[in-house]
């Protein structure tokens, strides 16, 4: 089983600043046959269900923002909110979509 | 609009049984894999189980295999999973998942199993 694991637990950042969120697989997540990485970010506000943010490890869900963007390649990856807006607060997941799913353990966002 | 509500949760006693129901709209279900996630009360997200679109081919997580069982009825629009042999480390809020292979994209709002004596 591919093992996800996401750093920090938790972070805050004022508004407007930069927020990164880092996601490690415990194995590569190429998938040969179109060369993209399996990799997606979910968005979860308090009382709500997950929102899917990023597939592909860089593919926008239609209506995320452009400040949402997804970098990485191999096993290690990064989630960049470019300049945190109030709706950002939120915890964030990564997820393996090579094969049978797995998550990271989730980053907390909020502001500072 | 796509939608997917969730039913069948509650209380039940350690080693009972439940069934969950899914109904979806706004889509054409039977052209779509469907997953199940849990999520324990303040942790994170478990998935649970893969049905593909004819229900031809099915996926479980280690931790629920041969205790649950999920199925659909593609004339119905509608998504099951039923759950056997339940123990504490079950309670969760359950959510039907639209997937396109291993890749989710939309999430109803879940629907709550406890499991407790």
């Known amino acids: 089983d591919i093992v996800m694991t996401q750093s920090p637990e938790s972070l805050a950042v004022s508004l407007g600043e930069r927020a990164t969120i880092n996601c490690k697989s415990s194995?590569?997540?190429?998938?040969?046959?179109?060369?993209?990485?399996?990799l997606a970010w979910y968005q979860q506000k308090a009382g709500q269900s997950p929102k899917p943010l990023i597939y592909w490890a860089s593919t926008r869900e239609p209506g995320v923002p452009d400040r949402f963007s997804g970098s990485g390649s191999g096993t290690d990856f990064t989630l960049t909110i470019s300049s945190l807006q109030a709706e950002d607060v939120a915890v964030y997941y990564c997820q393996q979509h090579l094969h049978t799913p797995s998550f990271g353990g989730g980053t907390k966002v909020e502001i500072k | 609009e796509v939608q997917l509500v969730e039913s069948g949760g509650g209380v039940v006693q350690p080693g009972g049984s439940l069934r969950l129901s899914c109904a979806a709209s706004g889509f054409t279900f039977q052209n779509y894999v469907m997953h199940w996630v849990r999520q324990a009360p303040g942790k994170g997200l478990e998935w649970v189980s893969l049905i593909s679109g004819d229900g031809g081919s099915i996926w479980y997580a280690d931790s629920v295999r041969g205790r649950f069982t999920i199925s659909r009825d593609n004339s119905k629009n509608s998504l099951y999973l039923q759950m056997n042999s339940l123990g504490t480390e079950d309670t969760a809020l359950y959510y039907c998942v639209k997937g396109s292979g291993w890749i989710t994209d939309f999430w109803g709002q879940g629907t709550l199993v406890t499991v407790s004596s």
């Open positions: 194995q590569t997540l190429l998938y040969s046959v179109n060369n993209k990485h399996s």
